[in-house]
């Protein structure tokens, strides 16, 4: 059973940085796309960051120039680095991977909390 655990969720002042991991575990075939998904209170989930098999990147126009997407394929992990944080960027962080083995399908984390102070 593949299983994604996120890491790295907290409270931070605005301006701040904070790091979230995203670690899969089991047995895992082949990782397609990594993304990051996220969902303020009271709002829809929507997509933050994702990143390809081949290191293609593309982010939100909310997140441009401050998020960082970047993935580690022998850990089998993604990273998000977000610098610069504002209080509108409150929200659950949630990872997601496509995964290949035997059919390809989607995985989410169980989602991390991040909140941004003023």
């Known amino acids: 059973q593949i299983q994604l655990v996120e890491s790295g969720g907290g409270l931070v002042q605005a301006g701040g940085s904070l790091r979230l991991s995203c670690a899969a575990s089991g047995n895992i075939g082949s990782i397609n796309t990594m993304a990051w998904y996220r969902q303020a209170s009271g709002k829809q989930r929507e997509l933050v960051a994702i990143?390809?098999?081949?290191?293609?990147?593309n982010y939100a126009d909310s997140v441009k120039g401050r998020f960082t997407i970047s993935r580690d394929n022998a850990k089998n992990t993604s990273y998000l680095q977000m610098n610069s944080l504002k209080p509108e960027d409150t929200a659950v962080y949630y990872c997601n991977m496509v995964i290949t083995r035997f059919g390809r399908y989607e995985y989410w984390g169980q989602g991390t909390q991040v909140t941004v102070s003023s």
């Open positions: 990143v390809s098999s081949g290191g293609t990147t």
